[in-house]
Nanobody
Framework: QVQLVPSGGGLVQAGGSLRLSCAAS????????LGWFRQAPGKEREIVAA????????YYPDSLKGRFTISRDNAKSTMYLEMNNLAPEDTALYYC?????????????????WGQGTQVTVSS
């Protein structure tokens, strides 16, 4: 069992930046592959980024490469998402999640534990 608590969401103007954090407690943090997902109103939940146990492996959808950066600090049991050059279409509820799979997970169905979500709103 692991508990995930995201923070860092808020309101930002287009072109701005935000850094999300996800603090974990419970089971050993380094056992999990981690991911960030987002869900906008009326849309399906989609992956934003994923990171492997050690942090050496990462995944981003092509549409977000170059703007978003995922990282983790296993000593602090915390994961981060740096978001730059934000646009109104990035507005969504952002979730952090943890997966017990042995490979880098890109599908929400492969994640076992979820945080409650933090709102990111980008104004034009």
């Amino acid at each position: 069992q692991v508990q995930l608590v995201p923070s860092g969401g808020g309101l930002v103007q287009a072109g701005g930046s935000l850094r999300l954090s996800c603090a974990a407690s419970g089971r050993a943090f380094s056992y999990f592959q981690l991911g960030w997902f987002r869900q906008a109103p009326g849309k399906e939940r989609e992956i934003v980024a994923a990171i492997s146990y050690t942090g050496q492996g990462t995944y981003y959808p092509d549409s977000l490469k170059g703007r978003f950066t995922i990282s983790r600090d296993n000593a602090k049991s915390t994961m981060y998402l740096e978001m730059n050059n934000l646009a109104p279409e990035d507005t969504a509820l952002y979730y952090c999640a943890a997966s017990l799979t042995s490979v880098l997970s890109k599908s929400a169905s492969e994640y076992n534990y979820w945080g409650q979500g933090t709102q990111v709103t980008v104004s034009s």
